[in-house]
């Protein structure tokens, strides 16, 4: 299924509309509470990646996602850890790419059970400083069956300068996901990989 009519209220060309998501999100998402689910959401531990659910907490400081009305897209707050950084002052890379695969991925999982990301290219415009607030803004362009694409924008929040930008394409995948790597990884071993 690929969205039409697009809904240009704003410059990042938005693709969707409340009753297009609501529709699209349908064999996705649970029929109770999905209208309050996607408009402001707090972070759970179902939101959170495996290794940050004890902590409560995403280890690279995406911490908030709301559905900005005015706007018509998602945005999070962030903060770089101390621990990523790389040039003084300035964010690793890594750590650039990391938080705008969550923010994307995270958009994306508002509207779509269970995703994966497949594909990440992003344009690191400014440096990006290392325990300042930022905000990230991501939006879904576009479904096609099961692969789902996005973009997102990385900004100081002081003055909302762009500092990194970033597109992905998203796969939804099927709860035996994780199951069928399990059982690959275990094969891999026992062949030494020539399988
Ligand atoms: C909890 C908070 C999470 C926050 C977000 C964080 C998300 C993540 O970081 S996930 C971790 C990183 N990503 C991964 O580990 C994914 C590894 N890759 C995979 O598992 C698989 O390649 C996977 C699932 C993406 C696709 O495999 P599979 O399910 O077999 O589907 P497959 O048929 O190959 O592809 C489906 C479609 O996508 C397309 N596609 C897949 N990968 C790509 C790609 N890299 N570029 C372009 N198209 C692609 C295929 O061409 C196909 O298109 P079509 O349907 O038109 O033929």
């Known amino acids: 299924m690929t969205l039409a ?4 209220k704003n410059n990042h060309n938005c693709l969707f509309t ?4 609501l529709l699209c999100c349908a064999p996705y998402k649970e029929s109770i509470g999905v209208e309050a689910a996607w408009r402001t959401r707090i972070r759970d531990g179902d939101r959170l990646c495996t290794e940050c659910v004890p902590r409560g907490a995403c280890k690279f400081g995406v911490s908030v996602l ?3 009305d005015a706007a018509q897209h998602m945005r ?5 850890p101390a621990a990523y950084e790389g040039g003084p002052g300035v964010a690793h890379g890594g750590w650039v790419c990391a938080a705008l695969d969550e923010v994307l991925g995270q958009t994306v999982m508002e509207y779509h059970a269970r995703v994966v990301t497949a594909n990440l290219s992003v344009d690191f415009r400014l440096p990006v400083p290392v325990g300042e ?3 990230g803004h991501a939006w879904i362009d576009a479904l096609d069956g099961r692969k789902v694409r996005a973009t997102g924008e990385l900004r100081l929040a002081a003055s909302d300068a ?9 796969i939804i995948i ?3 996901h994780y199951v069928r790597h ?3 990884l275990a094969q891999q071993k026992v062949t030494g990989g020539t399988a």
Not at 163 to 169: D, E, F, H, V, Y
């Open 182 to 184: 399990a059982d690959w």
């Open 174 to 176: 099927d709860p035996a």
């Open 133 to 135: 607030a930022l905000t």
């Open 76 to 80: 999070s707050t962030i903060l770089c």
């Open 66 to 68: 709301a559905f900005d």
């Open 18 to 21: 409340e009753r297009r998501i």
């Open 162 to 170: 762009v500092l990194a930008r970033a597109t992905g394409l998203f």
């Open 5 to 8: 009519s697009p809904r240009t």
